[in-house]
């Protein structure tokens, strides 16, 4: 792929980043996410003292099953791929003479790739449900954090590219 080529690409990837963040922040917008405080003392005795707390007054998320599948993950997956991997991939083919190997090259290096992206994903996954049903609004407040600095990032990501493709 040419430098030209792969920079946008890279930029479509910048895009999604912020799309995926604003999404997330939008979608605690809709649900009326509201940071407060208040005071209270604990039975230990100890004087009173505030905690801040993130409540939704909306309905709360019921969550049927720890996995779902949606096509969402796929387009991302394939829009990243074509941006960084994709071009590691081409390079390595370039260099295969063989129909037969290059073909095994792709299936073990598109298995290889699904296999590690599902295992950073369950470990990533895991303790933020546990989080999710244990601790609500401190899920509210992780999910905050990744949509806004998602969105920050994509933005920083997309004008340092903007710049070397001009």
């Known amino acids: 792929l040419s430098d030209r080529l792969s920079g946008w690409l890279e930029l479509v990837v910048a895009a ?40 939704v007054t909306g ?3 019921e969550h049927q099953s720890f996995l779902h599948f949606s096509l969402r993950p796929l387009i991302v997956g ?9 071009a590691l991939m081409l390079l390595v083919l370039s260099a295969i003479q063989s129909p037969f190997q290059a073909l095994m090259y792709i299936v073990i290096f598109g298995i290889g790739s699904i296999a590690g992206m599902l ?20 899920y509210r407040v992780v999910q ?8 920050v990032f994509g933005i ?3 004008m340092d590219i903007w710049q070397k493709l001009g």
């Open 16 to 55: 999604m980043l912020v799309a995926l963040g604003g999404r997330v922040l939008y979608h605690l917008w809709k649900d009326k996410l509201r940071l407060h405080r208040h005071s209270h003392t604990h039975v230990s005795g100890k004087g009173p003292h505030v905690h801040w707390h993130l409540h």
């Open 144 to 151: 905050a954090a990744a949509g806004a600095f998602s969105c």
């Open 119 to 138: 295992i950073v994903s369950l470990l990533l996954a895991m303790p933020l449900q546990l989080a999710a049903r244990n601790v609500p609004s401190g």
């Open 78 to 86: 394939m829009v990243h791929g074509l941006a960084g991997t994709g």
């Open 59 to 61: 309905e709360p998320e």
């Open 156 to 158: 920083w990501l997309g």
